[in-house]
C-alpha cells in the first residue's frame, strides 16, 4: 500500500513523539473536517427559555408566559423531575408541544438526562421527540472513573457516545453534550473535542455553555472555544461573579450583563467562527425556587417574570449588536 505523504507526515511525526500510529493517523486524516451540517436558517440565534424555570406552571400556562415575555420557543425539559417524565414521553411530549405551538411559539430543542442509547427511555424520547419536528437534545452529563485512566475513560465514553450516534441518526435528531464546570467530562472542552472528533458524526455536538467555559478557562475560554466551535449544535446563555459561600469562594449567578462574562467577545467569536444556532436561556440566581425547577416558587409571580423579560431584553440586544 502506497503511503500518502500527509500520512507519511504524520506517522513520522507521531513516531518522533512515542505515539502509536494506528490510531493516529487516521485521526490526522481526519482531524479538521467535522462532517456538521450546515446551520439552519430559520434556527439561528432563536431564543428558548428553559423549561426549568417554569416548572411551577402547566404546559399551556408556561407557553403563555414564554410568548408574553418575547421567547421564540421552549427548551422544555424531559428528564426526572422534569415539566414532562421520560416514562411518559410518548404521551406527555406531544401535549407539551401542542401547548408551546398554540402559543405561537416553536420547539428548537429538549433537555434531557439521556447518556446511552440503552437506557430505558432513551428511543422513545428520541422517536417522540423527532416525530414532532424536534431537531435537538441536550443529553445528561458523565463523571469520570476514578479507578481509570483518563484514557481508558475516554475510550470507555468513546463507545458510549457511539451508539447514540447511531441512535440519533436513526431518528434525525442532534443530542448535545453541555460541558459544565467541576469533576465532569466535557469540563475543560479538549475531552469532549476528542470525543466528537472521533466520531465525527452530524447527529451528535456540543451544547456550549460560555459560563462554565469561563468558570473552567477564566481567561483561556476563547482557545477553548475556538476548538470546539466546529462542533456547537447549540448554546446556553447566563451569567455570574465569583463571591464568598460558607467561607469558600464560588460562582454566583447573576442576571444578564451584571456578570464577569464577556458577551461582546463572545458573541463576537461565534459570528467569526460561523456558529448560527438555537439558545437556551438560564435563570439561575435567585427567583424564588424557580432558578431550582421547584414546583411551588416564594418569589411574587410579577417580580419572576419582570427579571425574566429583562434578560431576554438585555441578551436579545447584545445578539443585535454582535
Given at each position: 500500500?502506497?503511503t500518502?505523504?500527509?500520512?507519511?507526515?504524520?506517522q513520522?511525526?507521531?513516531a518522533?513523539?512515542?505515539?502509536s500510529?494506528a490510531?493516529?493517523?487516521?485521526?490526522?486524516?481526519?482531524?479538521?473536517?467535522?462532517?456538521?451540517?450546515?446551520p439552519?436558517v430559520?434556527?439561528?440565534?432563536?431564543?428558548?427559555?428553559?423549561?426549568k424555570?417554569l416548572?411551577?406552571?402547566?404546559?399551556?400556562?408556561?407557553a403563555?408566559?414564554?410568548?408574553?415575555?418575547?421567547?421564540?420557543?421552549?427548551?422544555?425539559?424531559?428528564?426526572?423531575?422534569?415539566h414532562?417524565l421520560?416514562?411518559n414521553?410518548?404521551?406527555?411530549l406531544p401535549?407539551?408541544?401542542?401547548?408551546?405551538?398554540?402559543?405561537?411559539?416553536?420547539?428548537?430543542?429538549?433537555?434531557?438526562?439521556?447518556?446511552?442509547?440503552d437506557?430505558p427511555?432513551?428511543?422513545?424520547?428520541?422517536?417522540?421527540?423527532?416525530?414532532?419536528?424536534?431537531?435537538?437534545?441536550?443529553?445528561?452529563w458523565l463523571?469520570?472513573?476514578?479507578?481509570k485512566?483518563?484514557?481508558?475513560?475516554l475510550?470507555?465514553?468513546?463507545?458510549?457516545?457511539q451508539k447514540l450516534?447511531?441512535?440519533?441518526?436513526?431518528?434525525?435528531?442532534?443530542g448535545e453534550?453541555?460541558n459544565?464546570?467541576?469533576?465532569?467530562?466535557?469540563a475543560?472542552?479538549?475531552?469532549?473535542?476528542?470525543?466528537?472528533?472521533?466520531?465525527?458524526?452530524p447527529w451528535?455536538?456540543?451544547?456550549?455553555?460560555?459560563?462554565?467555559?469561563?468558570?473552567?478557562?477564566?481567561?483561556?475560554?476563547p482557545?477553548?472555544l475556538?476548538?470546539i466551535?466546529?462542533?456547537?449544535?447549540?448554546?446556553?446563555?447566563?451569567?455570574?461573579?465569583?463571591?464568598?459561600?460558607?467561607?469558600k469562594?464560588a460562582?454566583?449567578?447573576m442576571?444578564?450583563?451584571?456578570?464577569?462574562i464577556?458577551?461582546?467577545k463572545?458573541?463576537?467569536?461565534?459570528?467569526q467562527y460561523?456558529?448560527?444556532?438555537p439558545v437556551?436561556?438560564?435563570?439561575?440566581?435567585?427567583?424564588?425556587?424557580?432558578?431550582?425547577?421547584?414546583?411551588?416558587?416564594?418569589?411574587?409571580?410579577?417580580?419572576?417574570?419582570?427579571?425574566?423579560?429583562?434578560?431576554?431584553l438585555?441578551?436579545r440586544k447584545?445578539?443585535?449588536?454582535m
Amino acid at each position: 500500500m502506497q503511503t500518502s505523504r500527509r500520512n507519511f507526515i504524520a506517522q513520522s511525526l507521531l513516531a518522533t513523539a512515542g505515539l502509536s500510529t494506528a490510531w493516529n493517523v487516521a485521526e490526522a486524516s481526519n482531524m479538521a473536517q467535522p462532517s456538521m451540517p450546515p446551520p439552519k436558517v430559520d434556527e439561528a440565534f432563536k431564543i428558548s427559555i428553559f423549561s426549568k424555570n417554569l416548572q411551577w406552571l402547566n404546559y399551556t400556562e408556561m407557553a403563555k408566559v414564554a410568548a408574553d415575555l418575547g421567547f421564540d420557543g421552549v427548551d422544555l425539559t424531559v428528564r426526572p423531575l422534569g415539566h414532562v417524565l421520560p416514562e411518559n414521553a410518548e404521551t406527555d411530549l406531544p401535549k407539551a408541544v401542542e401547548a408551546i405551538t398554540k402559543a405561537g411559539l416553536k420547539m428548537y430543542m429538549i433537555t434531557t438526562a439521556i447518556t446511552a442509547a440503552d437506557e430505558p427511555h432513551t428511543e422513545k424520547i428520541l422517536k417522540t421527540a423527532s416525530s414532532l419536528g424536534i431537531r435537538h437534545y441536550r443529553t445528561g452529563w458523565l463523571t469520570y472513573d476514578d479507578k481509570k485512566s483518563i484514557e481508558d475513560n475516554l475510550k470507555a465514553k468513546r463507545e458510549q457516545f457511539q451508539k447514540l450516534a447511531d441512535l440519533n441518526a436513526k431518528y434525525s435528531i442532534s443530542g448535545e453534550y453541555q460541558n459544565h464546570s467541576g469533576l465532569y467530562f466535557g469540563a475543560p472542552l479538549w475531552d469532549l473535542h476528542r470525543i466528537l472528533q472521533e466520531i465525527n458524526s452530524p447527529w451528535l455536538g456540543s451544547q456550549f455553555d460560555i459560563l462554565h467555559a469561563y468558570v473552567e478557562g477564566f481567561n483561556a475560554w476563547p482557545i477553548s472555544l475556538k476548538l470546539i466551535a466546529p462542533y456547537i449544535r447549540s448554546i446556553c446563555l447566563k451569567d455570574f461573579v465569583w463571591g464568598i459561600k460558607d467561607g469558600k469562594w464560588a460562582l454566583q449567578t447573576m442576571p444578564a450583563g451584571e456578570g464577569l462574562i464577556d458577551f461582546k467577545k463572545y458573541l463576537g467569536m461565534l459570528k467569526q467562527y460561523n456558529v448560527s444556532v438555537p439558545v437556551s436561556l438560564h435563570y439561575e440566581y435567585d427567583l424564588g425556587g424557580a432558578e431550582n425547577g421547584a414546583f411551588t416558587i416564594t418569589m411574587s409571580r410579577d417580580k419572576v417574570l419582570a427579571a425574566m423579560r429583562k434578560d431576554i431584553l438585555t441578551f436579545r440586544k447584545m445578539i443585535q449588536e454582535m
